[in-house]
């Protein structure tokens, strides 16, 4: 059976966008260095799976519209064992949640980070 291992990002600020994940997910950084020629790449996440944040050093503002262009990133689902404390957390750090939905298989919210980058927060019960 195959498992995604990871998902890798742009960012404008890798290590400020890693502390804020890891405090409103609980993760590590599993890795952090020198991206592709240049640049830098943080890999947030816990032992099994993680979110690599990458910085070519020069961001620039994105203008598609993610689900209308093909291969633009639609949102990064996180699952949590206790949604309330999550969405506790993440309003308390300032985000705004919307879009809360209880369908099968599970209940779920979602919030925009500083990037731009839509995170859906899901619970299995």
Same mark, same amino acid.
Request: hydrophobic share 40%; charged share 25%.
């Given at each position: 059976?195959?498992?995604?291992?990871?998902?890798? =990002?742009? /960012?404008? +600020?890798? $290590?400020?966008?890693? &502390?804020?994940?890891?405090?409103?997910?609980?993760?590590?950084?599993?890795?952090?260095?020198?991206?592709?020629?240049?640049?830098?790449? =943080?890999? /947030?996440? +816990?032992? $099994?799976?993680?979110? &690599?944040?990458?910085?070519?050093?020069?961001?620039?503002?994105?203008?598609?519209?993610?689900?209308?262009?093909?291969?633009?990133?639609?949102?990064?689902a996180v699952v949590v064992e206790d949604l309330e &404390?999550?969405?506790?957390?993440?309003?308390?750090?300032?985000?705004?949640?919307?879009?809360h939905a209880d369908y099968e298989p599970g209940r779920r919210?979602?919030?925009?980070?500083?990037?731009?980058?839509?995170?859906?927060?899901?619970?299995?019960?």
């Open positions: 059976m195959a498992r995604l291992e990871h998902v890798n =990002v742009t /960012v404008a +600020d890798p $290590d400020k966008t890693a &502390a804020v994940m890891c405090g409103l997910f609980d993760w590590q950084v599993r890795w952090a260095g020198k991206g592709m020629q240049t640049g830098r790449t =943080v890999h /947030v996440g +816990d032992k $099994d799976s993680y979110v &690599a944040l990458f910085s070519y050093g020069d961001p620039v503002e994105g203008v598609q519209e993610s689900y209308r262009t093909r291969g633009g990133l639609n949102h990064i &404390a999550a969405e506790a957390r993440i309003r308390a750090a300032g985000y705004v949640t919307e879009n919210f979602y919030f925009t980070e500083e990037n731009g980058i839509e995170i859906e927060v899901v619970w299995y019960g």
